[in-house]
Structure formats: structure tokens, C-alpha cells
């Protein structure tokens, strides 16, 4: 335990005390009470994944991750038959009273396989087969989860693909290549993949004044709450875009607006800083890191919990088009954080294993 | 501490490993960046536009909703209610939190508030003034308050409001004299910077002329309320203050009296007490719902009731204009005794006409009247007797005695619209029809029939001068309105000769209303019957159309020797002055003063089959009933 990184836990715990206090706010105004125990267990039982992780053996997960990222592809697979569709999607595996959202654990399934292809391979730069095998670990789940659909999941995969890319060593010219096939990609998606929803989206965000009761709605209710917490905020429960409900998906995208309606601009940058300690000690870790496996998971890690910190604040404060993303440990939802607590037990697991004497 | 964060830097001394961890201090550049961009954002958002944010959020959850004042009470002169307030339930629409424009005009329309255009024009209207809810109903129906609140979460930019509306007990009895409400014009808002912008003020009768008294101070309610519309809690209240309540002399026994002798009929009743002015009766007939103006929004109905031929808006009491007939022959005879031109013996001779410019003159009674004096001509009505009088003293003189009694000017009572009526003279004459005064005119003016024009009002305000010891009083409704009565100075042997004269209408053997003289509250006065078209030999006057029968005036006091009520009634094509409006004066001395006698036994007298007033006859409402003045230009040749 002594061996344990204690910042990185810091940096959980102040994350987790702030989601709790946030969700008991809404919790009172969406009238669910009961909400708050739920996030509280969530967030305990991920506090004990996170340490049960910790004291696990990477290297051993790792050398399991082929049959780990197997048995997610399984799962992926199943759910587009086995899924009941809910909210236009079938990502949700109910297990009786419990539901689960295997698209959270099938992302450090994709890591721990990318971190095992990182392990194998020595050399400083990528080649065509290890990109190949790399699209293949990250991008194949990343697909099933498109298929459900829940565009907004499967783009959390994208990070942990570039952070693999990236990490393991790409030419310049083929990082150019990426992103004209991406430029592509996305034109082809806008013309034939978006629904008008989510076009709507984008376009909102490019002129937010295109409509201020429809789509822009959700936004300028967001930059409202925000921006009137002020710098102290006005108080626990007395937040008037939360409590009476002007913000939309309080619980989940846009929790970060009930924290800082709150808390103002002091509290929010509690927040942020706790973020930006945790993802700090990530790559710390990642550069302390006895291998390539282990500096590839923690590093993986934190850039994926780093996009989907700076896309979901991004979209609070009016910068990126809303994407359904939501803030990591922050946002209401177990699977998520028990996701997050296990891929924090790895990067811990990282941490304490880091000197090649032990 | 740093070092603790950053760990004591023994990386990079791996080969194998520091391209892997040159590239990850690259992302935490990446990201690092990123988070400061974050910061910044937040920093514009949470401390340098704190404000405009703040105003936002106020804006999202307060509602300034107006609280109208509701308007003060009136009672008659015995403390009855004459005007109050019920309540009733408005519907605002608060523009800015609108989403879908149409979809709020098809529930509305769904709802019945109003037709399709109406609805759409009165949202056109309300989203113009985007920061201020909008009445867009009133008088809202049970069915439609439970369907705004059941659609609540959809519409969430409706609300239903509580508030009062104008409420006559009396209903269109009163009509007139209450008057009209309209929402504030943009001249009024100039003028009283106390008015605010669709707050609803007196148009017309007492609601406009006490509008000061009567308005009130509207309040203000601010409502905190959660995205769906829905109330949560009241944050501030300047509550209105309600309307001053006011008493008026108006005496509602009298006035329902009134409304009952005139039933059917279409004119005026004015009564009024000689002493000091106070006006205890005022009816215009035919009258309108007056609810259809007791709020906000004036119904489609408003052109329907301006386009009727029989005119339900105008006010006749005050605003229209009737040759007063022989109604005048009392004012032209005080006019002679005061200015000599006659003695009370003075006589005349009427063998039934008269040429008089080579123009045969004829008097009403075939036969005529033989030999009359001052009284005898007034108590039978003689025209002859007049005719003479006129043509002895010209145009000039009668003008300037009918001018003295305070016709051709306005009385000056409180309402507005009021007419001033004609008293024609030579000058007037050139001035506005550009040819001299034509001398036969003046024998018809010298039996109240030609270019001379009075309303009710004014016949009330020039009998009671003749009663009250010759002064001229300033009609008013409330006691706050009464100004002193100005003396005339004319001699009391004048005065007692005229209405000794007015009692033989009643009491005397040939006296025109003499059928009425057995009742308990003895009364006297003056018929008149205005042309409406040339009569015909030996037609009797229910044998015509009803637009065409002459119309029936009376004019009376009570009780004779110390009047404390005058009446001026005029039956418009009521045809026989005695018979049709005679009565209807009768029956309000009667309430007024013979307490328990039973006034509905008091009729028109009418031959078999014969009904009084328009009836429901086609023929008269598509008709238009001839104007006064029209009628007025009828050479008229008798008088009763």
C-alpha cells in the first residue's frame, strides 16, 4: 500500500468528493433523492476496484490481454442481439435491477491489447503491420459500438488510437496521411452517417445564434449557468439553472455546469486542478513506467481521460459542439466510473511495479 | 513539492524507452495547453462576464407579471351597487419563452380563445413587445383555464392569471352611463406618465370621466419559475392599489324604472333634480352588453354593433339631436313674458291655419283652438298661437331665448361626446348653408320644428331653469362635479306664468296629457312631436311604417308646485307624444314620488295590434332610420 501513488489518489478522492456534493445538487432538483446513494456506492465500489487493480500485477493482465479483448469483442457482439433498445440504442447489458454499459469496459479491454502490442515491439518507430494490428485492437470495438449505435462511445476510442500512434512512433508523413483521411472521413460522415440531430449540433455550435430554442438551447443554458456561478458561486442548492431545471442532462454531460453554477469560478478550478493533478501523475507514471507495456497504459490512459475531460468542458463552456461525452468520475453512471477506477488501478499497478528490481 | 508532483526526474535513462517518453512529455504539452485554454475560458465566463450570465439566469427564472388595479366601485345616490368588479381569469403569453409560434396559435385556436386570424394577429401583436407578457385572453372559460394548465409543460409560455373584470349588476340599462373600457392609447401614455402600456382606462361614461378615481395604481408580482413554466415561488410584490370607489346621484330605482317604461323602444331618459342639477336618471335605448367592453380585448362583435342602423353605441341621451318640437313652446313663452313681447292675457285666434308669407301654416288641431291665451296656448298646444309669436319677433329673438335656456351649447356634464345641438339663426344661416335666413323658417322654428336641434340633456337642463326660480344648472353625476347655478334673471310672475301653463298640459280641460292627471304623484310639463316626414291628411300616425311616425317628446317636473325631479323623455318614431311618451315620464314621477303605487299599471296608450317601438320588424333594420337633422330639413308644418 506504502508503494501506492497517494497524489493520484489525492486527486480521486477531491474528483469524487466534488462529484458527490454536485450530484446531491441535483439529485434535489430533478427530485431523486435516492441518485446520490446510487453515485456514492458507484463511486465506493470504484475506489475499491481502483485499489484491487492496483495490487493486481499488470504485466500479467497484459499478458492476457488477447483473450481479455476477445471475451469484450464477445460481449460487443452480443449486445446487438441480446440488448434491449433503449433510448434508440442497444448498449446497455441489464442484468436484473442492474444495468451495465459494457462499451466503458471494453475501452480498457482495447487498452490493456495496446499496451500488449507496445510490449512487443522494440523498435522506435511503427510499421505497417503493428499500425495495422493497432487499428485492428481499438478500432474493431470501436466499431461494434458504432453499430449500436452510440457515436458519441465510440468516439472516446478514437483518443486511445491516436495515443497508441502517437506513442508508438509514426512518421511525419503518415501522422499528414491521418489526418486527410480524417478531414475525409469526417466529410463522408457528415454526408451520409450524421443524422440531422447531431448536424444540427455542429452547426449550432458554428453559429450559436442559429437557434436559440432548439438545439442551441442546451448550450446557452450550460454558458448561462456557468458564467453566472461568478467567482464564488452561489451556493450549494441554490444553483437557479439546476434547481429549476434549465439545464439539460444535469446528471450526466453537463454535471460540470452544476458544479461551477455552484461552486463559481474557485470551485471549478478546484475541479480542473484535481483533473489536471490526476492526469498529471498519469504521465508521470507513464514516464516512470519499467516497460513499454506499462508507459503505454498509463500514457494511453491519460490521454483518454485527458479528451474526454477537455472535449466534455470544452462543450460546458460553449467551446465544442455538444457530443454526449460525458466527464469522467464526475458524471452520473457506475459503469463509467468503475471504467475509469479500473484503468486508474492499472496506471497504479504501473506506479508500484516501476523499479525493475522488484 | 514540485519535485515531489514530477517525481526526482530519473527518466530518460533508459534508451530503449525515451522516444516512448520524449513522445509522452509531447502529449502532456498537448494536454497541458489544452486545460490552460480551459482555465481561460472559464476565467471570461465565471469572472469577467459574470454579469451578463447573471442577467441571463434572472431573466430564465423571473417573470415580472403586471397586476392590474382593480377599478373602484360605484353606487347609486342610495349606496347601491351600480358598478363593480368579479373576478375572472386572463391568459398572458410571455413572448421570449415562445418556441413554436404556430404550435402556440393551433393549441390557442384548438382552445376556442378566438378565430384563426384573431389569434394569429393578437400573437403578432404580442410578440412585438417581446419583454412584457401579453394579455391574449380574457374572460377565460372554465374548459380553457384547465386546458392551459393541462398542456402547462408544452406551452410553458402560457399562464393563466386571476384577475377582475367590470361587472353592472344592472347590465345595459347602465350601459352608457358606466361607459367603455380600452386598453391605454399611446397619446394618454404621453400625457400621464402614470398610465402604463396596456393598462385598461375608462373610454367613454363614468370610466373615462373618473378615471382618476376610479383607475388605481397597477402592481407588479415577480415569480421565480422552473423551465416548464411552472411557478415555484413569488420573489417580490408591489401589489396594485384598487380604485377610489365613487358615488354618483344617479337614482338606480329611477333609472330601472326608466329602463322598463322604455322597453322596446328606442330614445333617451333624462331625469335630473332642477335644484341643483344632479342627474338621477340617464338611458340611451336601445343599449349593448356591456361586457362585451368590460376587459381587454374588444371582441369582433364591436363592428357588428357599430354597423347596426339603430346605433346601440351612441349615447342619446346626450348625443343626439331631436327638434324638440313643442317642447320649446314653454321656453319661446317665458322668452316673450321676459321680454315683454307678451303679456300672459295677450290673445290669440286659431281658426286651424294660418298663411303667414303666402305659406299656408297649419295647426295641429283642425278645427282649432279659437281664442287662447299664454296658458290656454300652452295647455292645448296651439301652434298658431307660436306661429304668430314668431313671425311678431323674428329668428333673432327666439335664438337668443332658446340660447338663455342653454340650447345650442353643451349642459357641461361630466361625460364626454356630449353634442351642443343647433339654435339657428340668420348668421348660422349664412355661415353654413351660404344663404340668408328665409323668413317662413322662423314660423317653423317658432314651434320647435326646422334647424333647431336639442339633445335630452339640454331639454332637461332648460325646464329645469322654467322650475327651479331661473337658474341654470350644470348637469352632473357625482355630488364633487356640482358647480353653484347661475340665475338668468328672469321675473318669478314669468316663471309662475309658464308652468301654470305646463300644469293645464296635465290638468287642464284641453290639456294635451290631460289622460294623466289621476295619478297619485301629480306632475306637469310639455308634449312635443318632431316630423319625421310631411304628415298626410288623414292618416293617423300607427297606420305608418314605424321609421316614419314622428317622434313622441315629453318633458315634465314634479311635484308641481316645488319641483325636486325633471324628465325629459323622447320616444324616437313613438309617434303620439301624450300617449307613448307621456307615460313613460309618469311612471318615473310615480317610482319617485307615490311610493308602493303600482307604475306598470301606467301603458302607452296604443290602438289594437299596434306595438311600440322598431319591433322585430325585417323592414327596420335594413332600413336606416332617417338622422334627425335629415328630418329636421322636412319643411314642417304642425306640432302637438
Known amino acids: 500500500m506504502r508503494r501506492l501513488d497517494w497524489w493520484l489518489v489525492l486527486a480521486v478522492g477531491v474528483i469524487a468528493a466534488c462529484a458527490t456534493l454536485a450530484q446531491r445538487s441535483t439529485a434535489l432538483a430533478l427530485a431523486a433523492p435516492g441518485s446520490v446513494n446510487r453515485q456514492l456506492l458507484w463511486l465506493a465500489i470504484g475506489l475499491g476496484l481502483m485499489l484491487a487493480f492496483s495490487l493486481a500485477d499488470y504485466r500479467v493482465l497484459v499478458r492476457f490481454a488477447p483473450l ?40 480498457v479491454a482495447a487498452l490493456l491489447a495496446a499496451a500488449a502490442l507496445a510490449g512487443e515491439h522494440r523498435e522506435p518507430m511503427l510499421d505497417r503491420q503493428r499500425i495495422a494490428r493497432l487499428c485492428v485492437a481499438v478500432g474493431a470495438p470501436a466499431a461494434l459500438v458504432a453499430a449500436q449505435p452510440d457515436l458519441g462511445m465510440a468516439l472516446t476510442y478514437v483518443p486511445l488510437l491516436l495515443a497508441a500512434l502517437w506513442l508508438g512512433g509514426l512518421p511525419w508523413r503518415v501522422w499528414a496521411g491521418l489526418v486527410l483521411t480524417g478531414a475525409m ?54 444553483g437557479t439553472q439546476s434547481q429549476l431545471r434549465f439545464l439539460p442532462a444535469q446528471r450526466t454531460d453537463f454535471i460540470f455546469a452544476v458544479w461551477a453554477e455552484e461552486t463559481g469560478f474557485v470551485g471549478s478550478g478546484i475541479l480542473v486542478g484535481a483533473y489536471v493533478l490526476l492526469l ?57 466510473v468503475w471504467a475509469t477506477a479500473i484503468t486508474l488501478g492499472l496506471v497504479q499497478s504501473v506506479w508500484r511495479l516501476r523499479f525493475a528490481n522488484v | ?42 476565467w471570461v465566463l465565471q469572472v469577467l462576464q459574470t454579469e451578463k450570465w447573471r442577467r441571463a439566469a434572472e431573466n430564465n427564472r423571473l417573470r415580472r ?86 398542456h402547462q409543460a408544452e406551452f410553458s409560455e402560457l399562464q393563466v392569471h386571476p384577475a377582475t373584470r367590470r361587472f353592472l349588476p344592472e347590465g345595459p340599462s347602465v350601459a352608457h352611463l358606466v361607459g367603455q373600457l380600452g386598453e391605454v392609447s399611446p397619446e394618454q401614455l404621453a400625457a400621464n406618465p402614470a ?83 344632479a342627474v338621477r336618471v340617464l338611458l340611451s335605448q336601445p343599449a ?74 297649419r295647426c295641429w288641431l283642425k278645427g282649432g283652438h279659437g281664442g287662447v291665451n299664454l296658458y290656454s296656448a300652452i295647455e292645448a298646444s296651439c301652434d298658431t298661437y307660436f306661429y304668430r309669436l314668431a313671425q311678431d319677433v323674428g329668428i333673432e329673438k327666439l ?104 300644469e293645464l298640459v296635465v290638468h287642464g280641460e284641453r290639456g294635451t296629457a290631460r289622460r294623466w292627471s289621476r295619478l297619485p304623484a301629480s306632475f306637469a310639463g310639455k308634449t312635443g312631436t318632431s316630423q319625421v316626414v310631411r304628415k298626410v291628411e288623414g292618416v293617423k300616425w300607427y297606420e305608418l311604417p314605424w321609421e316614419q311616425r314622428h317622434h313622441a317628446l315629453f318633458v315634465g317636473y314634479a311635484p308641481p308646485e316645488a319641483p325636486t325631479l325633471v324628465v325629459a323623455v323622447v320616444v324616437e318614431h313613438g309617434g303620439d307624444a301624450a300617449a307613448v311618451a307621456a307615460p313613460i315620464a309618469a311612471r318615473i314621477f310615480q317610482r319617485a314620488l307615490a311610493p308602493g303605487f303600482d307604475t306598470s299599471t301606467i301603458l302607452p296608450v296604443l290602438p289594437e295590434g299596434v306595438t311600440p317601438g322598431p319591433g322585430a320588424s325585417a323592414a327596420v333594420a335594413t332600413r336606416p332610420a332617417p338622422s334627425p337633422v335629415a328630418a329636421a330639413r322636412e319643411p314642417s308644418v304642425e306640432g302637438t
Open chain 1, 68 to 107: 481479455v479483448w476477445g471475451a469484450s469483442l464477445l460481449v460487443l457482439a452480443a449486445l446487438l442481439v441480446v440488448a434491449p433498445l433503449r433510448a434508440g440504442t442497444r448498449s446497455w447489458l441489464v442484468l436484473g435491477p442492474y444495468t451495465i454499459q459494457p462499451s466503458e469496459f471494453a475501452r
Open chain 1, 185 to 238: 472521413l469526417a466529410g463522408g460522415a457528415w454526408a451520409f452517417y450524421l443524422k440531422p440531430y447531431q448536424k444540427e449540433r455542429v452547426l449550432t455550435f458554428v453559429d450559436s445564434e442559429r437557434d436559440p430554442y432548439g438545439a442551441g438551447y442546451q448550450q446557452r443554458q450550460s454558458k448561462i449557468a456557468v458564467g453566472s456561478g461568478g467567482l464564488s458561486g452561489k451556493g450549494f442548492h441554490s
Open chain 1, 280 to 336: 498529471l501523475r498519469m504521465f508521470v507514471v507513464s514516464l516512470y513506467a519499467r516497460d513499454r507495456a506499462g508507459a503505454m497504459l498509463a500514457a494511453g490512459a491519460g490521454f483518454v481521460v485527458a479528451v474526454q475531460v477537455i472535449v466534455n468542458l470544452a462543450m460546458v463552456t460553449g467551446m465544442a459542439p455538444t457530443t454526449g461525452i460525458t466527464l469522467p468520475l464526475l458524471s452520473w453512471g457506475g459503469s463509467s
Open chain 2, 1 to 42: 513539492m514540485l519535485r515531489k508532483v514530477f517525481g526526482d526526474a530519473t527518466w530518460f535513462v533508459r534508451d530503449d524507452l525515451r522516444p516512448l517518453q520524449r513522445r509522452v512529455v509531447a502529449m502532456m504539452l498537448f494536454v497541458g495547453v489544452a486545460f490552460l485554454l480551459l482555465l481561460g475560458r472559464l
Open chain 2, 65 to 150: 407579471i403586471p397586476l392590474e388595479a382593480p377599478r373602484g366601485t360605484v353606487t347609486d345616490v342610495r349606496g347601491e351597487i351600480l358598478l363593480d368588479n368579479r373576478p375572472s381569469y386572463q391568459l398572458l403569453l410571455f413572448p421570449e419563452e415562445m418556441k413554436d409560434p404556430a404550435a402556440t396559435e393551433a393549441f390557442l385556436i384548438r382552445i376556442g380563445i378566438a378565430d384563426a386570424a384573431e389569434v394569429r394577429a393578437r400573437v403578432a401583436r404580442a410578440r412585438r413587445t417581446s419583454h412584457l407578457p401579453s394579455i391574449i385572453a380574457d374572460n377565460l372559460r372554465w374548459p380553457q383555464v384547465a386546458a392551459v394548465a393541462a
Open chain 2, 195 to 277: 398610465l402604463r402600456p396596456g393598462q385598461l382606462v375608462g373610454r367613454s361614461g363614468l370610466e373615462r370621466a373618473y378615471q382618476d378615481v376610479l383607475g388605481g395604481t397597477p402592481g407588479n408580482l415577480v415569480v421565480v419559475v422552473d423551465a416548464l413554466g411552472k411557478q415555484v415561488s413569488s420573489l417580490d410584490e408591489e401589489p396594485p392599489v384598487l380604485g377610489h370607489p365613487l358615488q354618483v346621484t344617479i337614482d338606480l330605482q329611477l333609472q330601472r324604472e326608466a329602463a322598463a317604461a322604455m322597453a322596446g323602444q328606442v330614445g333617451a331618459v333624462v331625469a335630473l333634480d332642477p335644484r341643483d342639477g
Open chain 2, 288 to 361: 349593448f352588453d356591456p361586457d362585451l367592453f368590460a376587459g381587454h380585448l374588444e371582441p369582433a362583435r364591436w363592428r357588428e354593433l357599430n354597423e347596426d342602423p339603430l346605433k346601440p353605441l351612441h349615447n342619446r341621451a346626450l348625443q343626439a339631436l331631436y327638434p324638440p318640437g313643442s317642447t320649446i313652446k314653454p321656453i319661446y313663452a317665458a322668452g316673450a313674458l321676459h321680454s315683454g313681447e307678451r303679456t300672459p292675457a295677450d290673445g290669440a285666434s286659431c281658426s286651424g291655419a294660418v298663411t303667414i308669407f303666402g305659406h299656408p301654416y
Open chain 2, 399 to 502: 335664438a337668443a331665448w332658446a340660447t338663455l335656456f342653454g340650447l345650442g351649447e353643451a349642459t357641461g356634464i361630466e361625460l364626454a361626446g356630449e353634442s351642443s345641438g343647433l339654435v339657428p339663426s340668420d348668421a348660422w344661416s349664412r355661415r353654413v348653408r351660404g344663404h340668408p335666413w328665409y323668413g317662413g323658417e322662423t314660423i317653423s322654428v317658432g314651434i320647435g320644428q326646422g334647424p333647431i336641434l336639442a339633445t335630452p340633456m339640454q331639454l332637461a337642463v332648460a325646464y329645469a331653469a322654467l322650475v327651479n326660480g331661473g337658474y341654470r344648472v350644470t348637469p352632473h353625476l357625482a355630488a364633487r362635479s356640482s358647480k353653484p347655478p347661475k340665475p338668468l334673471g328672469l321675473q318669478p310672475e314669468t316663471l309662475a306664468a309658464v308652468r301654470r301653463g305646463m
